[in-house]
């Protein structure tokens, strides 16, 4: 299995390669001729501590649980995102949302698996925050797809975007109040027993606004009887908490 996975992982990392040498990128942060993100602009990342809520982020004098995540766990084990949506993040973000760039969305997920790797987390399966199907066609493809695939090759596990289903569309999160965000997106989603019952998961999405989506999410996961659910976003909202 693992061997399946690392020569995928050597065949899709050096055919991206091969097409950046045949037409360079341009720095997603400053333009810069030759890479996915420059040397400076990542340089220039502020990365998200780890001395932070292990549910929502926020910024604590040492990794553990604030008081608002104690009185409302979710259901996932934990969260960490790549940095706050600003800079060259959210350039990448934006730039995903609009096209499916793959050669970026690689960058983009090394910096999400040196995450995971730091945590010394151990899933099974990478699964991505669905986007329904109405939305799915409209856009043509999922981000948080985008980031997982190549985030799954990095990891040498296996991407199950069966594993999560999202039964409808819920209205924009814009203006609500936590509560109501959560009762917004409850019953949103559905996971498949058949392939999570007893398994650890490493949920995917490209930001971490609320998390009243990544809550739900993780909780149709619990129910259909997965073991553990870590969830790992790229950008962080600036304003959430
Ligand atoms: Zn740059
Ligand atoms: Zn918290």
């Known amino acids: 299995m693992t061997d399946r996975y690392a020569l995928l992982a050597t065949a899709y990392t050096s055919f991206w390669r091969g097409v950046d040498w045949v037409f360079p990128p341009e720095c997603a942060g400053c333009g810069a001729e030759g890479y996915q993100i420059c040397p400076d602009c990542l340089q220039g990342i502020h990365y998200t501590s780890r001395e ?11 990794r553990g649980i604030c008081p608002r995540c104690l009185q409302n766990p979710p259901a996932y084990a934990g969260v960490r995102c790549v940095a ?16 499916a760039d793959l050669g970026l ?9 040196r995450l995971v790797q730091e945590e010394a987390w151990r899933p099974e399966m ?4 669905p986007l329904s199907v109405n939305r799915r066609r409209k856009r043509g493809y999922n981000q948080a797809a985008v980031l997982a695939f190549p985030l799954s090759l990095y990891l040498k596990l296996p991407m199950r975007t069966q594993a999560l289903a999202r039964l409808r569309d819920t209205r924009s999160q814009v203006g609500l109040n936590s509560q109501e965000r959560q009762d917004n997106v409850r019953g949103a989603f559905k996971a498949d027993p058949r392939l999570v019952r007893g398994k650890e998961i490493l949920l995917v999405d490209d930001v971490f606004t609320t998390g009243a989506t990544l809550r739900a999410a993780a909780e149709a ?11 790992v976003t790229l950008a ?4 959430s908490q």
């Open 52 to 62: 932070s809520c292990v549910y929502c982020g926020r910024k604590l004098k040492a």
């Open 236 to 239: 962080k909202a600036l304003n």
């Open 84 to 99: 706050g949506f600003e800079g060259v993040i959210r350039q990448v973000v934006i730039n995903l949302k609009y096209h």
């Open 221 to 231: 996961l619990r129910s259909a009887g997965c073991a553990k659910v870590q969830v």
């Open 105 to 113: 969305s690689l960058a983009a997920a090394e910096l999400m698996a």
């Open 126 to 129: 990478v699964v991505p925050v």
